[in-house]
């Protein structure tokens, strides 16, 4: 029997960084307009994939981290940086780029 492949990215972040997966643009508007993918905005929304221990403080424990795995958050629109790991487009960014949780 063959194996199955797992789907996550296999990325550990290092300190208080965060691994997010971007979600998709939206693909019209509020008001029902169908946009092109040229006039599409950078997505400033994603699901959180890994997180790191945290950050070290000056007395040498670790804060702990306010995002767990699964979390969908939004960021700034030009926050972390953008790689490609094993063909997913993702980004790392420090914990303190995350403006906020959303709640479901």
């Known amino acids: 029997m063959a194996k199955e492949k ?8 290092l300190d208080d960084r965060v691994v997010v997966e971007p979600l ?9 307009i169908l946009l092109p993918d040229t006039a599409k905005q950078k997505p400033q929304r994603g699901r959180v994939v890994a997180v790191g ?9 670790r804060a702990a981290p ?6 969908e958050v939004i960021y700034g629109r030009y926050s972390g ?4 790991v094993e063909g997913k487009d993702i980004k790392i ?5 995350i403006l906020a949780k959303v709640s479901k």
Request: glycine share 12%; no cysteine; charged share 40%.
């Open 81 to 84: 940086n953008d790689i490609e």
């Open 24 to 32: 998709e643009a939206e693909d019209k508007t509020a008001g029902g």
């Open 53 to 61: 221990p945290g950050k070290l403080l000056d007395s040498g424990q």
């Open 93 to 97: 960014m420090r914990e303190s780029d």
């Open 6 to 13: 797992d789907s996550s990215v296999k990325v550990r972040p």
């Open 66 to 71: 306010s995002v767990v795995k699964g979390d």
